[in-house]
């Protein structure tokens, strides 16, 4: 497709449960970011994947999240054990080159998370 | 943490007038780039600005960037309803990320 397409666009999970949220990248895009985001917040980083190598998870809140991209083009976040403070948007981007230093992301709508 | 910080956190203007919001951040960078999101969308990118670079145009906006004090400034003119939305300053992590702040929320009222 021409952009990022980020599904399910609306989740809701009860407290314990796991989720499992898909990015397809721009066909050839090499970079591959995740972001959170809390409302009337700015995007907060997870993890940056280049081609199928996870080369950053820093931003990973706990080990209850896990990301792939075993391909190295579609990509899955998944949350374990889901807990509210879980409850965010999710997003993510991807890029043409290496890296964000110099290089435009190209974000999805997002997924938008509720855990009750 | 956010490297970069946006002022003012909110800002309400009439369509017409110019629209004016500021980015601070901590480090050294080599480029500064602002993207701007619409309510329930994903970030769009508005304009790249390089450390060599003082101003730069795209359409009707204008971006500055000041080095030495670690700041930049986008500027919106003749602002439309349209116009209405999040606007957010992004910087180079420590890693190969982009650092996000915590962004300017625009109203343009018709």
């Known amino acids: 497709g021409a952009g990022v397409s980020q599904s399910p666009r609306y989740k809701v999970a009860k407290r314990g449960q796991d989720v499992a949220l898909r990015c397809d990248p721009i066909?050839?895009?090499?970079?591959l970011f995740w972001y959170q985001q809390a409302l009337g917040q700015g995007p907060e980083f997870l993890t940056y994947?280049?081609?199928?190598?996870?080369?950053?998870k820093s931003g990973l809140p706990s080990d209850r999240f896990f990301a792939e991209r075993p391909e190295g083009s579609v990509s899955t976040l998944k949350i374990q054990r889901t807990q509210q403070e879980d409850s965010a948007v999710y997003l993510c981007?991807?890029?043409?080159?290496?890296?964000?230093?110099?290089?435009?992301?190209?974000f999805g709508a997002g997924s938008r998370l509720t855990v009750l | 943490s956010q490297q970069g910080e946006e002022d003012p956190q909110a800002l309400s203007i009439q369509e017409g007038e110019n629209a004016t919001m500021n980015c601070s951040y901590k480090?050294?960078?080599?480029?500064l780039q602002w993207y701007r999101q619409n309510s329930g969308r994903g970030l769009v990118h508005l304009i790249l600005i390089r450390s060599n670079e003082r101003e730069k145009h795209s359409g009707r906006l204008r971006v500055t960037l000041d080095t030495s004090k670690k700041s930049s400034s986008l500027l919106i003119t003749a602002s439309r309803a349209a116009d209405t939305a999040s606007y957010f300053c992004a910087v180079p992590g420590s890693a190969r990320q982009l650092t996000f702040g915590s962004g300017t929320q625009l109203t343009v009222l018709p």
């Open positions: 981007a991807s890029s043409l080159g290496y890296g964000a230093g110099a290089n435009v992301l190209t």
């Open positions: 480090t050294s960078i080599n480029n």
């Open positions: 066909s050839g895009h090499v970079s």
């Open positions: 994947f280049q081609n199928e190598a996870q080369l950053d």
